[in-house]
């Protein structure tokens, strides 16, 4: 569905997809008929995430390693036609005399800050690491309200016991969109985290998460949360996938409900991404994988499957049409699905076998944009020319998720 064309229709909407070896630009109009492919960039280099500012349009940055440069963040201030690295990159800070040092292994999440501050971005990284640019990305530092606390040993256990593949990480950070100084985080290992004060302290957000790897009944901390979501228009309503299931966060109770109960028991609730729809904060959609004993990371009997909610998690949908119907073994990693702000929404979703799915009826419908890629880590969607529908303005409360 993808083509090359010398003279691309005007550019309404981007897919910006990282892999295990490079980065590529999906661009479509308005009609989201027309797909052109841009790329690749950073061929033969880890990109973990690709992100478009949404303040301004063009200004880009890619977290990447590579074996020469290891682990950095590159910045292009013209929609990826030409890229800088970054004069510092996110390092943790220097170990004192006698004592055993951070090294970031990679820069792993990249987040733009609030709309009132327009050059602010933050970076999570392997192991688990908050950094702060406060010039578009050219030079990093390290928050040490997270980095240097004197809990976060305790909170991210030992690297080198951390059994999540590719090592531990602290990923989904997320800005509050009515409040700069609101902060959410998740890390795998560790849990998720909030600041009310720009990252100078932190208090754990994980009661009422399972942790069936620990020995202790809900834990205070160290949870494997693979993905969590505040919805933009309503931010006191929080999603995320974990681990040990699929939950839902009302800020009235500040206790998380395991909506992944309801899904059907020959599914299960484990996975790694979660999507939000753009202006309803009951609807979001979920890619199972199978999450038997042996943990394979693959679709549930090789028959890939969104599954989606209109609810908030009460009911659930299989959405299947068009997609596979057996041996498809692939997976999609927790940065790897997305969504667009069109009415009807667009959804999308890469593979561990370098395949780009989207429906553009709200997951009734799907079709391969295009195969062949690598390995896919991440998804992220960037209206350059904003859909006809606009959201609603921000909510600070949203509705009981138990109503």
Request: glycine share 10%; aromatic share 10%.
């Amino acid at each position: 569905m993808v083509t090359n064309t010398k003279a691309p229709t005007p550019i309404a909407l981007a897919i910006l997809v990282a892999t295990r070896k490079g980065a590529f630009i999906l661009t479509a109009d308005k009609t989201r008929t027309h797909w052109d492919i841009q790329g690749p960039h950073f061929l033969g280099q880890i990109v973990q995430h690709l992100v478009l500012d949404p303040r301004d349009g063009k200004t880009m940055l890619a977290a990447s390693r590579a074996g020469h440069l290891g682990p950095t963040v590159f910045r292009s201030t013209d929609f990826g036609k030409t890229w800088a690295e970054a004069k510092k990159p996110p390092q943790f800070p220097k170990a004192k005399d006698g004592q055993a040092g951070l090294a970031v292994d990679h820069v792993f999440w990249l987040t733009s800050g609030h709309a009132s501050e327009p050059n602010v971005w933050y970076a999570g990284s392997s192991p688990q690491g908050l950094f702060r640019s406060d010039d578009g990305g050219v030079t990093w530092a390290s928050v040490d309200g997270f980095n240097l606390h004197p809990d976060r040993s305790k909170w991210c256990g030992d690297p080198g016991q951390d059994g999540t593949p590719d090592g531990p990480k602290l990923h989904s950070v997320t800005v509050d969109p009515a409040d700069a100084k609101h902060l959410y985080i998740a890390m795998s290992s560790g849990g998720v985290f909030e600041s009310v004060d720009r990252g100078e302290s932190w208090t754990p957000l994980n009661r009422g998460v399972a942790a069936d790897f620990l020995p202790m009944p809900d834990p205070e901390y160290g949870h494997d949360p693979h993905c969590l979501r505040a919805h933009p228009l309503f931010p006191d309503r929080v999603y995320q996938q974990n681990h040990c299931g699929i939950y839902a966060l009302d800020r009235n109770t500040n206790r998380w409900d395991r909506i992944g109960d309801n899904m059907p028991e020959t599914i299960g609730d484990i996975g790694f991404p979660l999507v939000l729809h753009p202006r309803d904060p009951d609807v979001l959609w979920v890619f199972p994988m199978d999450g038997t004993s042996v943990w394979p990371r693959t679709a549930l009997q090789g028959k890939p499957a969104v599954y989606g909610s209109r609810n908030g998690g009460k009911t659930w949908q299989r959405f299947d049409r068009g997609l596979p119907t057996a041996q498809a073994w692939f997976t999609v990693k927790r940065q790897a699905m997305c969504a667009d702000l069109h009415d009807p929404v667009g959804l999308y979703f890469g593979t561990t076998s370098g395949e780009v799915w989207a429906s553009f009826d709200e997951g009734e419908n799907w079709c391969c944009l295009i195969q062949h890629l690598p390995h896919i880590y991440a998804l992220e969607s960037a209206a350059l020319i904003p859909p006809t529908r606009r959201p609603a303005a921000i909510l600070r409360s949203s509705k009981s998720i138990a109503q």
